[in-house]
């Protein structure tokens, strides 16, 4: 069976999603089950203190129980606050350590702080967490974290909520191509062909929130998604045929065709 | 206001508070209406077990941050 394993634990889903932008916890819980993940980030936050004693809480739409939360540490720009985010997550979450660590670097690009985050990396794994890792798509920053102890690292597709699919395949490929860990596009996926074609490229899993949230349907948008992951995963492993630039190949037999005008065919498509 | 000897000043979230008969986490956890919820708390860039929560008693000045999980990708 062809799993996902990520810190020793097996997954059939390859698809991980976000919670985030959705109108309610009803349209979350709807398409987070219709996306088949079974990992599930969160975000951590400050409660309202004083307000809002009795509203709904997220983890009773996406419960513990149900999914591997992915508690991430979107919005920290510093070590010390990605660091004390997921020591809190921790301690939220009764000592689960599998965290996604993103470190940022500018509030408009969203773009991560590669200094800052391989920093943050090294102090959380001597603290036993599990670290799924935001990363630029620099192959060597994504070696440098592998060693480090990361369990997974997780290149931009292209800047997060953006949409605008895989910007730089050629580099997926090259992290793809040397890491031994799981590698997962984060970021960047904006509908179903992107997320086939980070599969295709052989990614591990493909991490996304906004792609599905954003989407007219987002519950439909899930559907989708799972099937784009499944497929492109199914090519990846089936192996595609090489690329002809130059020579056609007709896929119907060349002799026999019926001729009028005494021309060869010479077999044509279908 | 009158500061009396017991009053402790919080810092909670960022936001000032004044409290005259709290002592351990677990008091400030129900005057705050957040029993029952799943959260988690750091005092002075600690991380406070759940399991200390009546045992950890709260200091003039303590800087305490009170979070949940939310939504986020």
């Known amino acids: ?270 | 206001m009158i500061h009396t000897e017991e009053m402790i000043r919080l810092t909670i979230n960022g936001q000032p508070h004044h409290f005259e008969t709290l002592t351990n986490v677990t008091q400030l956890i129900e005057h705050l209406e957040l029993q029952g919820k799943r959260i988690a708390i750091e005092r002075n860039g600690e991380i406070v077990p759940r399991s200390q929560f009546s045992e950890q008693f709260l200091a003039d000045g303590d800087q305490l941050e009170v979070v949940v999980a939310v939504g986020g990708g």
């Open chain 1, 1 to 270: 069976m062809d799993q996902l394993i990520i810190a020793g634990k097996a997954y059939s889903s390859r698809l991980l999603v976000g919670t985030g932008k959705y109108k309610d916890f009803t349209e979350t819980r709807m398409a987070i089950e219709a996306s088949g993940a079974q990992i599930i980030t969160v975000a951590i936050r400050r409660t309202n203190i004083g307000q809002h004693a009795n509203e709904p809480s997220l983890l009773e739409a996406v419960p513990p129980s149900q999914y591997t939360l992915l508690p991430n540490t979107a919005g920290c720009y510093t070590v010390e606050d990605a660091v004390r985010t997921l020591r809190l997550a921790r301690e939220l979450l009764d000592g689960h350590s599998l965290v996604k660590l993103e470190v940022l670097g500018d509030p408009e690009t969203l773009f991560p702080n590669m200094v800052e985050t391989i920093k943050a990396a090294e102090i959380l794994v001597k603290e036993d967490f599990q670290v799924m890792v935001y990363t630029s798509d620099d192959p060597i920053i994504a070696r440098q974290l592998e060693e480090i102890g990361c369990v997974a690292v997780m290149p931009l597709a292209s800047l997060i909520g953006s949409g605008m699919g895989i910007l730089n395949p050629w580099n997926l490929q090259i992290i793809i191509d040397n890491a031994k860990i799981p590698v997962l596009v984060d970021a960047g996926v904006g509908t179903a062909s992107d997320a086939a074609i980070a599969m295709e490229l052989g990614c591990d899993g493909v991490l996304m929130n906004t792609a599905i949230a954003a989407a007219q349907n987002p519950v439909l948008m899930a559907t989708a998604m799972r099937k784009a992951v499944e497929a492109g995963r199914e090519a990846y492993l089936a192996g595609r045929m090489a690329k002809k630039l130059y020579s056609a190949s007709p896929s119907s037999p060349v002799n026999g065709v019926i001729a009028s005008t005494g021309i060869q065919a010479t077999g044509g498509k279908g």
